[in-house]
């Protein structure tokens, strides 16, 4: 396999040249399900599925840097019980520090020309989620004239709908700090929003404000973590994903949209198109699927996202 790295590595180098230096450089499906290396800019994270030794990990890392010629590696650690482990063992997941190499605490990269600001060692997720690049591709040229960027995280999808042309994008997250995050990338590409365009809370709870207030938009966008935990009970998107649909549909506009997403390789496309018929029955709306988005080209025999728009009537 580490033979092979730098042919790898070359069937992405044309991404750069297209206004990409934020994305994955090899995939799972590539190392047979042992790890992963995504790029951004001369850091490199890699991303461990398998149990290595330190020496192991050292040597994959030194592999990869060479292979890709990148300043410094990351290291994040995958079992899979990792979310449940993430706030015990976090700084064992996913060291501040690089393997391997010069640290690079705060670097900016491009997706599609747009800047990102990407944090390698702040934690398990590092600013931009690079299987959904298509998706957010898909937003800046579709984007209507009101969103609704549900689970917002960094805001890749607000920003990308704001430089679409929409006049107005709400990014609601229950994370100040993710947030505070957004609007830094809000800032690197010009753009100013007011305070109310970032709402911190949880989803659930907006969607129930702005359905009591009658706000409805053109555009709903519904990327949530597969898992969750908060003082109002566990999320768990297989089986709670109907639900979250129909609060969405609930404050889509009449012959709107929604984009639901979902990164998890548990759930069959066919269960999720399931839970999203069942949430927009259940909200008392008729809906079709416009578009199936994929994980993009970096991601080869990639099933584990699915990204789909709908219209609504």
């Known amino acids: 396999m580490l033979d092979n790295l730098t042919s790898y590595l070359a069937r992405r180098a044309h991404l750069s040249a297209q206004g990409t230096t ?3 450089g090899l995939h799972t499906t590539e190392t047979q399900g042992k790890f992963a290396l995504d790029m951004a800019g001369d850091a490199g994270v890699l991303s461990l599925y398998a149990d290595l030794s330190p020496e192991e990990e050292v ?29 015990v063992a976090r700084e064992w997941l996913s060291p501040p520090e690089p393997v391997w190499g010069e640290a690079r605490v705060q670097l900016t990269a491009l997706e599609n020309g747009v800047p990102f600001l990407i944090r390698p060692g702040a934690d398990l997720s590092i600013g931009l989620f690079a299987d959904a690049r298509p998706a957010r591709q898909w937003v800046w040229q579709h984007a209507p004239a009101r969103v609704l960027n549900a689970f917002a995280y960094t805001c890749g999808f607000g920003l990308n709908a704001a430089l679409g042309g929409a006049a107005t994008v709400k990014n609601v997250d229950l994370s100040r700090k993710v947030l505070a995050w957004g609007r830094e990338n809000y800032a690197l590409s010009s753009l100013n929003a007011p305070d109310d365009d970032f709402l911190y809370g949880d989803v659930f709870d907006w969607f129930r404000r702005l359905a009591r207030r009658g706000d409805t938009f053109d555009l709903v966008i519904l990327d949530p973590p597969s898992f969750a935990r908060s003082k109002a ?8 994903y109907a639900r979250l649909a129909a609060m969405a549909a609930a404050v889509t506009a009449p012959g709107g949209q929604m984009l ?36 993009g080209e970096d991601f080869p025999g990639a099933t584990h996202l699915k990204a789909v728009a709908w219209g609504l009537d």
């Open 22 to 24: 934020f994305y994955r």
């Open 260 to 295: 639901t997403l979902l990164n998890h390789a548990g759930v069959s496309p066919t269960h999720f198109d399931r839970m999203v018929r069942l949430g927009l029955a259940e909200a008392g709306r008729r809906g079709r699927v416009t578009e199936r988005l994929d994980a």
């Open 59 to 87: 040597e994959l890392a030194t592999a990869c840097a060479g292979a890709a010629n990148l300043a410094g590696v990351y290291l994040k650690r995958r079992p899979p019980e990792a979310r449940h482990a993430a706030n």
């Open 233 to 240: 009970g566990s999320w768990r998107a297989e089986h709670d």
